[in-house]
DNA sequence: GATCCGCTTTGGATCGTTCTAAATACGTTA
DNA sequence: TAACGTATTTAGAACGATCCAAAGCGGATC
């Protein structure tokens, strides 16, 4: 409930329809810039305009229009700046065709979420583009939304069980950068590779230990279930998870990491514990946040582009928005590696 | 221009009172809990509500009520961490509040401020949170915002050069902050202390530098010019000027960095030219942004809460829309010296 | 003088709510 | 029986824009 009081009274069509004497139609054409209106007439009203200080108001607008002109993006951690950036780049996007953002961050609550989607929708945005926070559960996701906006899911996946897809997607290609990753190692000469970090039940993580297993099968070489270590996606939580990776023999000579920041906290691990990543084991990331270049040593990586990704999304969003019956679809976004120095060959002794 | 499509056609209280035999009136009261209606009529609409799928329109109510349910939150780099944070903390008070939150970035750039602000303003906002780009000028932005919407200020000053205050203004305690953490290196022993990165045009950096000369003044500990070195506030800028730190004989021992990307790459530039940042020279930050405390060494610095900094923000341009009549104030929010390893007493030899 | 034309302008209904003032129902009291 | 009080419901005019169909206005044509 919002608390909210009365505004001292703006200036509307009507007082500049008085003012110069024509009528709130009129008016409302040269708002529009529409061709009907007589130069002379134009000119006089857009002077009144001025004078009076009139502001556009959209809600009434859209509300005799039946249309509207924001976009809801709601964000599992907008303190990540993997998603900071992929909201700037969502808002650039929409910026610039006339749409206005509707922010909402639920902090990785699938509660909060809930009130988060009911409570932007009565705002009637044109489309919902939606990062779940983790345990969302699709149904219950589209009965907030319901059928008539448009939505799209970024990042993870949301069981979508039913024969039609009730929403268009919009993921990264993380089979393929693991993959990557791993034949980069692979090529640097080492046999025995670690996936660290990540949650199992994720969908990102299990995709990216696909495309690491295929990989390794591929090259050939064995994966021991002991180098399948998990942590929380966190520097701290992977700082403290690097024993785990020493725990078998022989032990990796290099590790695919979950993300970034799992990749960070390793190195620091391995500093902690007088290996030098980049020298005696190898080391790649995944996303290249801004760390990632000026870490020490840099750090190999998948660059996923996430105010790129932003655009993408609002881009989507958008044409859906004018295409309403098109089937949604499911949009793999394209993923590079970045070499730096944190990838070194195995070293000799 | 906003390019959109009708919609489907929603369901509304008409619909709703005739589906069940009662006015639109009774409906509305029924949605807003009013007391006024019989227990049996309200669980009868109650029941088409839900029968038909029911979404509150909250634009057509606030154009009734001539109120607003938004408040635009214009942010200068939603990519830097600490913005993303503050961003995340006013949405949280805003949508404890009922209110929703329209964001817009503006990238540092003043010209796409503008553009933001106005396009903003349009969809009438009950309030606008503004971290100004660099470059702003406060009666640009005031001839966008206008009078009748409450403004409040974040983090930068902007020239209010009147007599009366037009806006309100929420800054951290800049002086106080840079004072603690240079009397902190003071106790430690350090008596040649640098000032390090920021750019002297920006208030902020300005604000920090007059607190450490407060500092060393009151120690009576004399400021070399030579000791006052600027930079761009990002890390790789800062790893670059390190050199300017050793052009003096004596070099300083310590220095306090203008924010922690500038602390982080000092210490990077530190290692790279064979110095142990805090072992045998100390340095402090400001900000407390996550990385600071995962750092090798951790880093100390100023903790200044941007997620509790937004909480409050929201806050303020809440009670202002509640009070308009009340002037504008100008808070300054305090800071907390957060000691950790990177700030150690001078080295012996 | 009536008709038709293109060029402009306009009154009034409308979008989905809320608000005001008044209507309705029904028992009580005088 | 009329007048009254309480509890509940409602018709219809707002809010500030847009849309539609129609009207006004010369001037050209018949």
């Given at each position: 409930m919002p608390k909210d009081t009365p505004s001292p009274r703006k200036v509307t069509l009507a007082d500049i329809a008085q003012g110069c004497d024509v009528s709130r139609a009129t008016v409302s054409l040269v708002l529009r810039g529409?061709?009907?209106?007589?130069k002379v007439t134009r000119a006089r009203v857009e002077a009144e305009l001025k004078r009076q200080g009139y502001v556009y108001n959209r809600a009434a607008a859209n509300l005799r229009r039946r249309t509207s002109s924001s976009i809801a993006l709601v964000i599992n951690?907008?303190?990540n700046p993997f998603f900071a950036e992929f909201a700037a780049g969502v808002d650039e996007a929409l910026g610039a065709a006339g749409f206005v953002t509707l922010l909402g961050n639920t902090g990785e609550s699938a509660e909060r979420q809930q009130a988060v989607l009911t409570s932007l929708i009565e705002h009637g945005p044109a489309g919902i583009i939606l990062s779940p926070?983790?345990?969302?559960d699709g149904d219950r996701v589209l009965s907030a939304v319901g059928l008539h906006t448009p939505l799209l899911v970024f990042n993870r996946e949301l069981?979508?069980?039913?024969?039609?897809?009730r929403w268009e997607t919009l993921e990264m290609d993380n089979p393929t950068g693991a993959r990557l990753a791993t034949e980069h190692l692979i090529a640097l000469?080492?046999?025995?590779?670690a996936f660290f970090g990540?949650?199992?039940?994720?969908s990102s993580c299990r995709q990216r230990r696909q495309g690491y297993a295929e990989a390794m099968q591929a090259a050939g070489l064995a994966v021991d279930p002991g180098w399948l270590i998990e942590s929380a996606p966190t520097r701290l939580e992977a700082a403290r998870q690097?024993?785990?990776?020493?725990?078998?023999?022989?032990?990796?000579?290099a590790a695919v990491c979950y993300n970034d920041a799992v990749a960070l906290g390793l190195m620091l691990g391995l500093t902690s514990r007088g290996r030098r990543p980049g020298e005696d084991f190898a080391v790649t990331g995944f996303d290249?946040?801004?760390?990632a270049s000026v870490s020490v040593p840099p750090l190999t990586t998948v660059a996923v582009d996430p105010r790129g990704r932003g655009r993408q999304a609002a881009g989507l969003i958008l044409e859906r928005i004018h295409r309403a019956e098109a089937k949604p679809e499911r949009i793999i976004a394209p993923v590079q590696l970045v070499v730096r120095e944190s990838s070194c060959p195995p070293s000799t002794h």
């Open positions: 529409s061709p009907l209106v007589n951690d907008l303190g926070a983790e345990g969302s069981d979508d069980a039913d024969g039609q897809p000469g080492h046999r025995r590779i990540g949650h199992r039940d994720s690097t024993g785990a990776m020493f725990n078998r023999d022989p032990a990796p000579t290249d946040i801004a760390e």
